[in-house]
């Protein structure tokens, strides 16, 4: 059936307020494939999310993505050995409002409008243990420490939980938690694992960090046979995620793959193809 002229002239109308994706990855020859995923709202059983594949563009290390609706995306890059997704933990900064962005394994805390130096006498040599406790002092990030610590001791259903990333404002937080049961649960089938990675929010009110109510975004959860959990490969990286793209324009995000990609990151599985797809 022929096409209207109309209905000619409205697709490529659409076609051109469409936004596209360009991933540059680097070290370019570690980049095996590029995808992203657009997150929707979770049902009670269900987690749903839609997966793009971004396509070689020719030149080693880049991708691109064509006639993305506007939103945000999170990025997923894969090497030979695993498989690193884009985490959105953004909290809704204001312009130049200052943020800090915390990887607590990793030990690395940085800040974004605000230089932690200026809290001391000009001329001071400010030491890296310095700048991060004027950091921690800024953000409250002590007191939020506890909060994190009240997750792993709770272990309502879990054995096991941990903060892997934070990042927000002196007023609010979102974090990547990690959680796992290990077995001694209800159908339990031969020796099972339960896993899941799931961004929490948090609020500063009455002079404390405390969750924030229906906030919690489950990212994945998976239910394993033991080997399976072993092999499983889910490492995160909030530099690729929350990323918006908008209608009729090319969003660019260039991105180094870590030297060293390993639990402090999620779960490290097994270097092969299937570890990176357990589904």
Known sequence: MKRSALALLLAA?????????E???????????ARVVKRLPNTRKKINRQWMNAEPTGEKGHFLVEDLPEGVYDI??????????????????????PAFHWWLPGERLTAENFDPASVFEKGVVVSKAQKAQAIRKKFRLDALRKCFDTIARARKFENYARVIYASGTSEKARALVELRRDGGHYGERGDEV????EVRAFVWAYGAWSPENRSTKVIERLR?????YERLDRLYDPAIG???VKEGKTKTVEYGIPAILDDRMGKAGAADEAARHLE
């Open 13 to 21: 109308a659409g076609a051109a307020l469409a936004a596209d994706l």
């Open 23 to 33: 991933i540059i990855v680097a070290p370019a020859e570690k980049a095996e494939r």
């Open 76 to 97: 997923c890059i894969e090497t030979k050995q695993h498989r690193v997704e884009g985490v959105d933990l953004h909290v809704g900064a204001g312009p130049g409002e």
């Open 194 to 197: 339960i896993w899941r990675s």
């Open 224 to 228: 394993l046979q033991r080997t399976e």
């Open 242 to 244: 929350g990323v918006s």
